[in-house]
Each structure stands twice: as structure tokens, then as C-alpha cells.
């Protein structure tokens, strides 16, 4: 029954994914001051809704991974330099250079894409590659390793490119102080909590059980969880700004465009960098999603507590999700019927 379940949540995924994006749009719309309740229920910057779907959401891909393999993934130097290089040097400047040529006369749209281009995905990641059936242990290695480079070097990215590069193309400095411990907080919630639950129950499970019972029985039971808890959080997103949506839809658009163009470049990119170089097609995928997407949780969590709930930084780091979330689906159909132009699986 689990695995019917699972055939049909899968078969279906992008229009099941179209729907809740609907229906989260309608729902904003419909029911009175509910961007206003949703936004209540949160501890700080973090809303306590979406919290608990991206957690769940991570939860079922991370109990899959074999974390004593980890470190053997990570041991192919040249994909893992040019997974990094890509995803910390190109990608961050791309999404600079993208800011400035499309929303010039904007500096808050402008700002918050810049803050979003600075840390790239340690949430999502995880689901879009398994989705496209990625290396499970490869990309938790990389997550691990983002994390750790994020709480080290976001505030020093964000000093570089805000008061040193934006100058240096014409346009004013912009101040954001924002404290390692911060960034580890928000790293903390989002992907520690289920890092930490994932590897919780395999070891209590796996000895108590077995592989087998943990392999066949408990991962089968709890992975339709993964895209459930997606449906439930892209319907909380939606529901967040279905007003802004509705209202502002050029707005939306304008910063929509931009961040397109960065997930296809990126993607494509790292996807053809890691193919050239004979990599399997589960790294290839997992390296490509890994430096395509972003953190948003981290750039919608500075945004609201540097610039405020309502500037204009904050709603560029909210739209990021609400377009990553198509696109991202959309780039895990192309990497599956990429699949068969490798060699190894």
C-alpha cells in the first residue's frame, strides 16, 4: 500500500506541486488575515509552519543515508573542488551580476537577491536529489560541508558584495550586520533537527530491528512523508504572500526572472562540468542540484531580521522559494531524462 501510495505521489508530483501552489495562493486570498495568523505562529524569524514541513520534508532522505559512507564520496578531489568552486565562486557572483542587470533601479530587489545568492541550498537539496535519484551520501557530505562554510563565511560574503562590489558598479553600499551565531541558529533548525533525527533512528533502529526490517519495512513507511510535508509546505508559503501575489504580480515577475535564469545556469553548469569529468550520473545530479539551488530560509531569515518584515529585501527572499519550488521540480525531470546519456549509473 506504501509503495502505491508512493507510485502515485510520484507519478503526479508536478501537478500535485501545481496545486498546492494554487490552492496556497487561493487560500491566501480568501481567508481573512491569513498571511497575518501564519506569520504569527513563528519563534523569532523562524515560522514555526514551515519549520515543521521543511524538517519533515528532510527527515525520510536523511534516515536513507549511510552516513559510514560519507566520507568515501567525498574522496573524489577534483568533482568535490569543482562542485565548491562552482557553487561558492560562480554562483554567488552570477547571482550579483543577474541582480544588478535586472533590477538596477531597485536597490531592495536588488539587495535581497544578492543576500539569497550567498549561501547556496542545505534544505531542499536533499530532496530535490533524491527526487532525481542522486548519491544520498554525497550530497549529505556536501550539505555538511556548506553548513560549516556558511556560518564561517556569510558575513564576510555579505560585507564583499554589499559594501565592496556594489560600489565598484555604481551603486550605493549597503551595511548588513549579521552574527555567525545567527546564521548557525537558522543552519541549526533547518537542517541539524533532522540531521540529528535521521541519525538518531538509524542507530536505534538498525540494532534493534535490522537492516532488513530498517531497508524494506521502515524507510518504505515513512518516505511518502517527504512529499507530503512539500505539498504542506508549499501551500504555507503560497498562502504567506497569495496577497503580495495577486497584488504585485509584476513585482513577482521581476524578481522571478533573475532567479530562473540562476538555477538553469548553475544547474546546467555544474551538470556539464561533472559529466566532462566521467562522474556517475548520481553524483552529476547531486553536485547540479547542490549548486543550483539556495538557502532561502537563511536569506528570508537576515532579510526580515536586518532590513524588517515588509522591505522589499525580505519579499525578494520569500519569492525565491515560491520559484524555486517549479523550477527545481521541473530541472528534476530534466535530470531524469538526462539519465540515460551516462555510462555508470
Known amino acids: 500500500m506504501n509503495n502505491i501510495r508512493l507510485k502515485f505521489l510520484d507519478r503526479f508530483l508536478t501537478l500535485w506541486i501545481f496545486l498546492a501552489m494554487g490552492l496556497g495562493v487561493l487560500l491566501g486570498n480568501i481567508i481573512p488575515n491569513v498571511e497575518e495568523l501564519l506569520s504569527n505562529v513563528a519563534i523569532g524569524t523562524t515560522n514555526v509552519p514551515l519549520a515543521i514541513g521543511l524538517i519533515l520534508m528532510m527527515y525520510p532522505p536523511l534516515t536513507k543515508v549511510d552516513f559510514a559512507k560519507v566520507p568515501a564520496t567525498l574522496s573524489n578531489k577534483r568533482l568535490l573542488f569543482s562542485s565548491l568552486f562552482i557553487t561558492w565562486i560562480v554562483g554567488p557572483f552570477l547571482m550579483f551580476l543577474l541582480a544588478i542587470t535586472f533590477l538596477p533601479k531597485d536597490p531592495e530587489y536588488l539587495t535581497g537577491l544578492i543576500v539569497i545568492g550567498l549561501a547556496p541550498c542545505i534544505a531542499m537539496v536533499i530532496v530535490w536529489n533524491d527526487l532525481a535519484g542522486g548519491n544520498r551520501e554525497l550530497v549529505a557530505g556536501l550539505v555538511g560541508i556548506n553548513s560549516l562554510l556558511q556560518v564561517l563565511f556569510f558575513s564576510f560574503y555579505a560585507y564583499f558584495y554589499l ?96 532567479l530562473v535564469i540562476f538555477f538553469l545556469v548553475m544547474f546546467f553548469l555544474m551538470f556539464f562540468v561533472a559529466k566532462t569529468m566521467g562522474a556517475s550520473y548520481k553524483d552529476t545530479a547531486t553536485v547540479a542540484f547542490t549548486a543550483a539551488g539556495n538557502n532561502f530560509e537563511l536569506a528570508i531569515a537576515v532579510s526580515i531580521g536586518v532590513f524588517g518584515l515588509n522591505s522589499g529585501q525580505a519579499f525578494a527572499g520569500v519569492i525565491g522559494p515560491l520559484v524555486e519550488v517549479p523550477a527545481l521540480i521541473l530541472l528534476v525531470k530534466a535530470s531524469l531524462a538526462l539519465k540515460n546519456k551516462f555510462r555508470k549509473p
Open 163 to 258: 559594501e565592496i562590489m556594489l560600489p565598484l558598479f555604481g551603486f550605493d553600499a549597503i551595511t548588513m550586520d549579521i552574527s555567525m551565531l545567527e546564521i548557525a541558529k537558522t543552519v541549526g533548525i533547518y537542517l541539524g533537527i533532522p540531521f540529528a533525527a535521521a541519525m538518531l533512528s538509524r542507530a536505534v533502529l538498525i540494532p534493534k530491528f535490522g537492516q532488513d526490517w530498517f531497508q524494506y519495512k521502515f524507510l518504505p513507511k515513512i518516505s511518502p512523508i517527504t512529499l507530503i510535508a512539500l505539498l504542506f509546505t508549499i501551500v504555507v508559503m503560497f498562502s504567506l504572500k497569495g496577497k503580495l501575489i495577486a497584488t504585485l504580480p509584476l513585482d513577482v515577475l521581476r524578481v522571478a526572472l533573475p
